[in-house]
């Protein structure tokens, strides 16, 4: 009964606890709640701030349009009265040839017309000319607020993806909060269903004791019940000795056999008890054995996989030797099966080769070269030191060739067409990806924003290339981290095939790489699909 009760205090203990617990956790979950209201409203806000900028643009966009074609009408203007200036000119100089040969009245009287037409015609072109000055300086202060706007529509989308994240984030910690809030319910409720198996336990084992103490104590009102009598009988009969005697006897028997009562009670409450401990230790022996037939059981796997190892690691060796052999009769040249399967592996570097015949010859399971891998593969050269860069002006044709020359002069000077297994030549591999990537300092975060690094800009490439806004310029700042923390989430939610999940920390380290690269790099050319 003790150790029922005992139960029932520490169950009742674990119940306020738990209580508390939700509430606590429900006031989280309401505040969670409200902060996702927030982070929503601010969203939308920002949604609507980022839609007037973009309007504001519009207006002064139209404005200097607006502005330019009145610079153009302006200039029109004043080119015609320059042109009335000019004629005004040749006309007084007339004039003043004729006045000089025949000094008549007349003649007086027309240069003076023709001097007050020239002085009407220069006044005209240059209120022209200030009417030009004026255009321009009013089109000048029109495209500044063109510039503004646009500066304004920039800094309006960033708050606009900042305030997306934050509200993923939210999201997030309700979904996180509404978890654990419904996790301590249902402990709550499991335990107060435990309490009312406690209580009925501790009630029968209350019942038991209460009935086996009313039974003592009728035991003792009989016992005394007796006494009394015999002792009134014996006086009453003047009983003999031997009848005392006989009747002490008795009484004895009868005293012997209460107690034996009694203790037979207390003996069933100790049995109860014993077989309790019994079923416990039973429980636990169980427990031991199941344990020590687990562990036996672990012995012999980890002996069969240890066995298996080792026959894999002779079979490998085997195969390096075989493998060894064939590679000093042959050329050092990487043959196709070399590849087989490698590419298929979404940890590893994606095995690349930019001249098709190549591809179809050493990988054809890998996807064809696209412009974005040949800016990535350029990028990634550079950054290792190699000379030379990608032509953008050049052919798609061009600029497959000339990666193409440069890749296998890199894996030439590297020595990565040699070794156990090399990369072959003209193809983008694991030792080759490893070399390059070697050069770059991982993991890329904004401590990288004041310095360009050609791995950044490789990288941006990828995280751009449907994102327009994107600014490729090879510096790892605010936005880039927000793009790459977004690209991060959506791997949480939507791992692919691989069962990758990112970590959203909005720093890119080389699996990051390795997953954008294989989510954004293999899609073909908008013009080649």
Known sequence: MEKASARRKST?????????????????????????KSTTAAKVQAAANEKKKVADY????????AGTKVVAAAQKAEVEAKADVAAAQNTLR???????????????????????????????????????????????????????AEAEIKLAQTAHNNEKVKEAAALASKKTRGVALTYAQ???????????????????????????????????KEAKQAKQESQKAAEK??????????????????????????????????????KYKEAIEAKKKEELAKTSEKKRKKERADKVAEKEKKQ?????????EVAEKVKEKASKVVEKKEYLGEEKDARKWPIICPVESIRAKFSPQSPPVNSVMLKVMNEMLSQAGEPGQLDVTATFAKQVLDT?????????VKGLNDGQKPDAPGCMGENTWQKVMSFCPFPLSTNYCHETRSCVTAFQALLYRYYPPGKVDGRFCKVTQIQTTMFQRKTESNPGPAGIKLFASGQAKMLDFVTLLRTNGFQPDQSKK
């Open 12 to 36: 009742v203990t674990i119940i306020k606890d738990g209580e508390e617990s939700i509430t606590a956790l429900s006031k989280k979950d309401k505040a969670n709640a409200e902060r996702v």
């Open 186 to 220: 249902q402990n709550l409720k499991l335990n107060k269903e435990k309490l009312v198996i406690l209580d009925g336990k501790v009630k029968k084992t209350t019942t038991a004791h209460e009935q086996l103490v009313i039974k003592c104590a009728t035991f003792e």
């Open 312 to 320: 894999k690691d002779k079979e490998k060796k085997e195969k390096a």
């Open 94 to 148: 007339d004039k003043r040839a004729a006045t000089e040969s025949d000094p008549s009245d007349a003649a007086i009287s027309a240069l003076k017309s023709a001097m007050e037409a020239s002085k009407a015609v220069k006044a005209d072109h240059k209120s022209k000319l200030k009417a030009v000055s004026d255009a321009k300086d009013n089109l000048s202060a029109l495209k500044e607020a063109a510039t503004s």
């Open 404 to 412: 193409n020359a440069r890749l296998q002069q890199f894996q030439k």
């Open 237 to 274: 009969a003047r009983l003999n000795e031997n009848e005392v005697k006989t009747k002490q006897q008795m009484k004895e028997s009868t005293d012997k056999k209460d107690k034996e009562l009694m203790k037979k009670a207390h003996v069933t409450r100790m049995n109860g008890e014993r």
């Open 58 to 65: 519009d207006a002064a966009a139209e404005k200097v349009k």
